[in-house]
């Protein structure tokens, strides 16, 4: 089982640009969900996909989307970077049924810089 | 959420036991009590968790306090390798809600050999 996968490993961007992240969940799960987090600071919850569906989104503007594929794999677009949007990316699976006790599973991240 | 409150840090001796402590005086009853820990340059890691009674599993223990206001991740024997950030989360029991996890700034569990 490889767990949770994600592409890059490490990005370099500058403001204005528009970026895309991946992620493949873990095999058998199919909800996967999109953190930052900021040097120093915990995660912060970006938004949640299940069934190729937005299923909740935290505070973030619209400048973040997403996608998830019929794979359940799934990408995090940012566009009109901004140098505050330098964090590491992280995405983690889980299974959607079990909404209550449900373990998520994170990858590693991906670091992003806006310089 | 239901906030949560974690001790900035904390210092452990290798191969003795850990206690994290984290206090929730606003827990509802239907909020779950679930542990992560982060290791240098990884992704979060799921730890355990609890809505009551005690629980135990390969990795710790939780201890919940009787009136659930307050709770303790137990270590029995710490590692090099336990050195890491440790939250505490709280998670509503609700049809309604998806699963995410809202991150407080967890505690900084440094081992020293």
């Known amino acids: 089982d490889a767990g949770v996968t994600q592409s890059p490993t490490h990005l370099i961007k500058t403001r204005g640009q528009q970026v895309t992240l991946r992620c493949s969940p873990k095999?058998?799960?199919?909800?996967v969900s999109w953190y930052q987090q900021a040097l120093g600071q915990g995660p912060q919850f970006i938004f949640q996909?299940?069934?190729?569906?937005?299923?909740q989104r935290g505070n973030f503007p619209d400048r973040f989307s997403g996608h998830q594929f019929p794979n359940y794999s799934s990408e995090l677009n940012v566009n009109a970077l901004l140098l505050g949007d330098s964090a590491l990316y992280l995405c983690?699976?889980?299974?959607?049924?079990?909404?209550?006790?449900?373990?998520?599973?994170f990858g590693p991240g991906t670091r992003l810089t806006v310089l | 959420d239901a906030k949560t409150t974690q001790p900035n840090s904390m210092e452990s001796n290798e191969e003795e036991p850990v206690h994290l402590p984290c206090n929730h005086s606003?827990?509802?009853?239907?909020?779950?009590i679930h542990w992560y820990r982060q290791l240098p340059s990884q992704g979060p890691e799921y730890v355990i968790h609890?809505?009551?009674s005690n629980v135990n599993n390969r990795m710790a223990s939780l201890a919940i306090a009787e009136d659930r206001k307050s709770s303790t991740l137990i270590l029995h024997r710490a590692t090099l390798r336990d050195a890491a950030v440790y939250y505490c989360?709280?998670?509503?029991?609700?049809?309604?809600?998806?699963?995410?996890?809202?991150f407080g700034g967890g505690t900084r569990l440094m081992v020293k050999p």
């Open positions: 095999s058998g799960h199919d909800t």
């Open positions: 996909y299940y069934e190729e569906e937005e299923r």
């Open positions: 983690a699976s889980s299974l959607g049924q079990s909404r209550f006790t449900d373990t998520q599973y």
């Open positions: 989360i709280l998670r509503e029991l609700n049809n309604n809600a998806g699963n995410m996890l809202t």
């Open positions: 606003t827990i509802s009853g239907t909020d779950y």
């Open positions: 609890g809505l009551t």
